[in-house]
């Protein structure tokens, strides 16, 4: 390449990366203003039966006082061991009590395993995180479980949120731990009981194993655990550039033959789901996406805002949540299949964080699941392309100046 070339790249470059970062920085200049004039608004939600699909039975939760109740009861209840991993742990009267709830718990003498993120904790006072010598805290941080930084993909953050009591009973899904997600954030969550819950306390010790550094004791593999359940446990692993979420996505998608129903917090999917998603409405099927019409994310709203013309023009419907942040990770599909868990469909959870959710061939759990889709959107407006197309042509530009940033989101 000849020097002026070289040049010219380099300008090019300097201009494109200088509109991004006024972009951005404008975004993010009208999303603080935007919060401080929101007010809490009440939203829509509803108590789900305990579903059994085989050997396991499931609870959905959309509110996240109620999951939060459950939750420290039955910490309160073990009396052999707690597994807990969360992304977010915040210090306030909720994250208070859980913290309490684990302290009284290892004083009676359950052995008491917690993981958190540094990274998402950063505004968390760390003195927080102090616990007695009895309970093992493992601190996640962007490279754990892997020898160095030359390794081609370093594993990223611990978004997982998972909670494991006496290998009895376990919660999994989307509500991290603070004040906020009790009552001002629409989430969805699942309890289980039974066979799969040795699923998911084999994943809170493979982590646990491959994570922990040398002055945390190893954890014994649990025993028993099946070969065949029409519920499972699909989880991301970068230590170990495994990442079946995704396929797991696209493999439902490709089924699909009446219907997808969506619902996610950050929506931006990459090439091969955006076009898995137009060839199910091309071959009939009616798929509908729920996203937040503000999400906490600002930059993640005008990322996922790049895709809606390919989307819409392609007989994809979007609804987007009104009144609070829907921050749910879950999926229908024809009555047959559901998936309820931590990913959402973006790079980072697709090929970066630990994650994990749990996915159910059970009509009983998917008819459920259709209820609380139609419950959400009830309180969603739908986006119609007409709408869409006549949109301001700042607009526009803003997300034509953002599409380069979406594989890194």
């Not at 230590?239 to 219907?259: G, N, T």
């Not at 008819?367 to 607009?395: H, I, P, Y």
Request: proline letters at 5%; zero cysteines; hydrophobic letters at 45%.
């Amino acid at each position: 390449m000849s020097s002026w070339v070289a040049r010219v790249v380099r300008v090019l470059a300097g201009i494109a990366f200088a509109a991004q970062a006024v972009t951005i920085g404008t975004l993010l200049i009208v999303d603080n203003y935007r919060k401080r004039g929101r007010r809490h608004k009440e939203f829509p939600t509803r108590t789900s039966p305990e579903i059994t699909a085989e050997h396991t039975t499931l609870r959905v939760y959309t509110y996240g006082q109620d999951v939060y109740d459950d939750m420290l009861a039955a910490i309160d209840a073990a009396h052999d061991r707690i597994y807990f991993e969360t992304y977010i742990w915040k210090s306030d009267a909720v994250g208070q009590r859980f913290k309490d709830a684990f302290i009284a718990a290892a004083e009676r003498g359950v052995e008491v395993h917690l993981v958190y993120d540094v990274f998402a904790n950063l505004v968390v006072d760390p003195r927080f995180f102090r616990f007695p010598p009895p309970i093992k805290v493992l601190r996640h941080t962007p490279f754990n479980g892997i020898a160095g930084l030359w390794h081609p993909r370093v594993p990223g953050l611990n978004h997982r949120k998972l909670l494991i009591v006496d290998a009895e009973v376990a919660f999994i899904g989307g509500y991290n731990i603070g004040a906020l997600y009790a009552t001002r954030w629409r989430d969805t969550h699942a309890r289980l009981r039974g066979e799969t819950v040795a699923e998911l306390d084999n994943a809170f010790v493979d982590y646990w194993n491959i994570a922990r550094p040398p002055a945390l004791p190893e954890l014994d593999s649990p025993t028993g655990r099946g070969w065949t359940s029409p519920v499972r446990i699909t989880r991301n692993v970068p230590s170990a550039l495994v990442f079946p979420i995704r396929y797991m996505y696209l493999e439902a998608i490709d089924r699909a033959e009446k219907y997808i129903y969506l619902t996610h917090a950050y929506f931006i999917p990459d090439n091969d789901l955006t076009k898995a998603l137009l060839d199910a409405v091309r071959r009939g099927v009616d798929v509908r996406i729920i996203v937040p019409a503000q999400s906490n994310h600002i930059i993640a709203d005008w990322l996922s805002r790049g895709l809606y013309t390919v989307l819409l023009r392609g007989g994809v419907r979007i609804f987007r949540y009104q009144g609070t942040m829907i921050h749910a990770k879950t999926a229908t599909i024809d009555g047959e299949w559901s998936t309820i868990g931590t990913a959402n469909l973006d790079r980072l959870s697709l090929s970066w964080n630990y994650e994990i959710n749990v996915d159910a061939a059970s009509p009983d759990l998917a008819g459920d699941m259709e209820k609380t889709f139609r419950m959400d959107l009830a309180n969603s407006v739908e986006l119609t392309l007409d709408e869409w197309e006549r949109r301001n042509l700042l607009s526009k530009a803003s997300e034509r100046i953002l599409v380069p940033l979406r594989p890194f989101l």
